[in-house]
């Protein structure tokens, strides 16, 4: 059965939405079955407000270069459309969420139901608890290549968590199902009538146990054992 998910990162003016920060990127990954398809979606966006000085040195958006770029409200219609019915898999989800649900308020839009999110930091805290669990630190455990991410960016981030993501849920190695083995084909074809080889007993002859006895008085006079 087929199925797919939207691997989704953002990029903001700052850490909280009660001091007005706003999003500045967002990046989104189709997957299908855990394998990216070819379908994106990327933007950056004019926040209409000034970047902290933590997210400049997180992201390194400046103000003049996000005050040339769409609003929020212009890519919102095409954004929901692209997530539409897809389960979302975000890193530290509350955090994404949080933001992106504030700028739909903000244009009167419906919000994005936490349900429909996978949050791979909750994934990671069950599985490794008391490990490093930052999406850096579970690239290096895995050993993913995160050379490429010298600040952080919506859409690299996206390509690294999808990579994080099916480690995570162990789907890297091929799955046997046992369930379609068929037991009465493998006695069919395994049977006793068509095994290609036997033992065969050889016997040695009157010559040969005196030859051997021979040798043995010969050549093996102390017990070595």
Same mark, same amino acid.
């Given at each position: ?99 992106? +649900? ?7 839009? +419906? ?55 099916? +480690? ?58």
């Amino acid at each position: 059965m087929s199925f797919k998910e939207i691997i989704l990162d953002t990029e903001t003016t700052g850490l909280d939405v009660r001091d007005g920060h706003r999003v500045v990127e967002i990046g989104c990954i189709e997957i299908e079955n855990f394998v990216p398809t070819k379908n994106i979606f990327h933007c950056y966006l004019n926040p209409e407000r000034k970047v902290s000085e933590q997210a400049l040195k997180v992201h390194g958006y400046s103000d003049e270069f996000l005050a040339k770029q769409k609003k929020f409200s212009e890519i919102a219609e095409e954004f929901l459309e692209f997530i539409n019915g897809k389960k979302l898999v975000i890193h530290n989800a509350k955090f994404d969420i949080t933001h992106l +649900n504030n700028e739909l308020g903000l244009i009167n839009k +419906n919000r994005i139901d936490i349900k429909a999110v996978i949050d791979t930091l909750e994934i990671a805290k069950n599985k490794f608890p008391g490990a490093q669990i930052s999406l850096d630190a579970l690239c290096k455990r895995y050993k993913i290549d995160n050379s490429r991410r010298e600040k952080h960016t919506a859409i690299i981030d996206c390509e690294l968590l999808s990579k994080v993501y099916v +480690n995570l849920l162990d789907q890297k190695e091929p799955v046997l199902n046992f369930n379609d083995f068929d037991q009465s084909k493998f006695n069919k074809n395994y049977n006793e009538k068509n095994i290609s080889y036997c033992k065969k007993i050889l016997k040695p002859t009157t010559e040969e146990k005196e030859a051997h006895k021979l040798f043995i008085q010969k050549n093996l006079k102390k017990n070595y054992f």
